[in-house]
């Protein structure tokens, strides 16, 4: 009877053992940590979904009706069929004016028989693609600790990419569209690389800086040739569709971009002092600059740049193809001007890869504590309102202007001033210190 017993406690334990060694074994994988991070992003996503974006409902930012953003495309791309151009002009008759964005993506949507599609087929379609994207990331830097993989997951959860997602906006697309552009800018495929990256540009405007610097990236000459043709009047075409547009955003509220600073000062003039008074667009322009160039100054001063420590032993070309993609096309949203809170997206991305690129370091930590807060606090009002729920856009929007200004010390310090003011040694950035 005893020996039977003792037995069975050696089975037990050896079968507890091997569940153990399994588990380890998982643990050790590179790609379970991914893997988890992944599931937890679906996870987070189908709860928004099963409790229509409770998050979004309780700030008072949920669409009037589901994938809200896309309905309005769609439309638009109806209306385009009729009135032409005419879509731009906000008194144009049947619901069809107002259009702020490129009217080829109208034209790719009607030749692709898209418009005929519902807003909530495409809209449920992007989202899960836009997901997808985004945990591939996960697992492009499977080789960084776990911690970083955690905050990599955090900033695909964050409420700007809740907005982004519930509205079904068309950046998903464009999102897609660069993260493959940026793969394959980084292989043999250049060419075709580029040529997604002008089809964004010429759908959203807001890629084009990325466009004309991914031109000094092509290793054949006759393809730097006829790229840098093809971008003078590519370059003209969407200056000409800009000026069609009547209006662009500029609010304070959900959205993020170089006149923030300058529009809460208009709103606590118009509020305390008098509702007659205006700051002029150049004034809050300026006092957006003068907020970097503080916060430039001070970090010149305390050093920082000589605190940048460069991974080059995890970077890759692919993965310093990607944040220098997303990168660019974050800053060029960020000073173009005022951008909803959905394209904070790309800042998610760079957010994700920064493990990747740089090292411990107190720059890091920077980069992380500054990117973390700035997409935690940005969109999200915690259900409050008033006074409230514009403090805590304002501390978003504050270290999300700590973030901009430590990236442009890093891509000053590595890509400039390390380079003697050459940009073609960006696919392998040196070690710096």
């Known amino acids: ?95 069809c004016g107002g259009f702020v964005y490129s009217i080829e993506l109208l034209r790719i949507l009607n030749f692709f028989h898209l418009s005929a599609l519902s807003s909530e087929f495409l809209g449920t379609a992007y989202m899960w693609l836009t997901i997808i994207a985004l945990c591939s990331l996960l697992f492009l830097i499977k080789n960084v600790g776990k911690f970083d993989i955690l905050v ?65 990236f092509l290793k054949r000459r006759n393809s730097k040739i006829l790229f840098g043709s093809i971008a003078a009047p590519i370059i003209i075409y969407i200056f000409f569709l800009i000026k069609q547009v009547a209006t662009f955003p500029s609010t304070w509220f959900i959205s993020f971009g170089l006149d923030s600073p300058g529009l809460y000062t208009n709103l606590f003039i118009k509020e305390r002092i008098s509702q007659d008074l205006q700051l002029p667009g150049i004034a809050m322009t300026l006092i957006g600059v003068s907020f970097i160039a503080l916060l430039l100054f001070y970090f010149t001063k305390i050093n920082l740049s000589y605190k940048i420590k460069l ?6 070309k692919r993965i310093s193809m990607i944040y220098i993609t997303m990168m660019t096309i974050f800053l060029s949203c960020f000073f173009a001007g005022m951008n909803y809170d959905y394209r904070l997206v790309y800042l998610a991305a760079i957010l994700a890869l920064t493990p990747t690129i740089l090292a411990k370091s107190t720059f890091k930590r920077v980069i992380g504590i500054s990117g973390c807060i700035a997409l935690g606090f940005s969109t999200y009002a915690f259900g409050l309102t008033g006074v409230p729920a514009l403090a805590i856009q304002l501390f978003g929007d504050v270290f999300l202007y700590i973030f901009v200004s430590a990236q442009l010390l890093y891509l000053y310090s590595v890509y400039f001033k390390a380079h003697d003011g050459r940009i073609l040694g960006l696919l392998k950035p040196p070690r710096l210190g």
């Not at 409770?54 to 638009?76: H, M």
């Open 311 to 316: 991974n080059s032993d995890l970077a890759n």
């Open 152 to 216: 990599a997951a955090f900033a695909f959860v964050s409420p700007g990419v809740w907005l982004l997602l519930e509205r079904g906006n068309y950046d998903e697309l464009i999102f897609i569209l660069v993260l493959i552009s940026s793969y394959l800018l980084a292989s043999r495929y250049q060419e075709l690389g580029i040529a997604l990256l002008a089809i964004t540009a010429l759908m959203k405007f807001y890629t084009l800086p990325a466009f004309l610097i991914a031109i000094f």
């Open 1 to 95: 009877m005893k020996l039977s017993m003792d037995l069975r406690k050696l089975n037990f334990n050896s079968k507890r053992t091997y569940l153990l060694d399994i588990f380890s074994r998982l643990l050790a994988n590179h790609n379970t940590w991914p893997a988890i991070g992944s599931l937890s992003v679906v996870a987070f996503y189908l709860f928004q979904l099963k409790y229509s974006w409770a998050g979004l409902q309780a700030s008072g930012i949920r669409g009037s009706s589901k994938y809200i953003d896309q309905e309005s495309v769609l439309n638009s791309a109806k209306c385009f069929k009729e009135i032409g151009i005419e879509v731009y002009k906000l008194d144009a008759p049947g619901g």
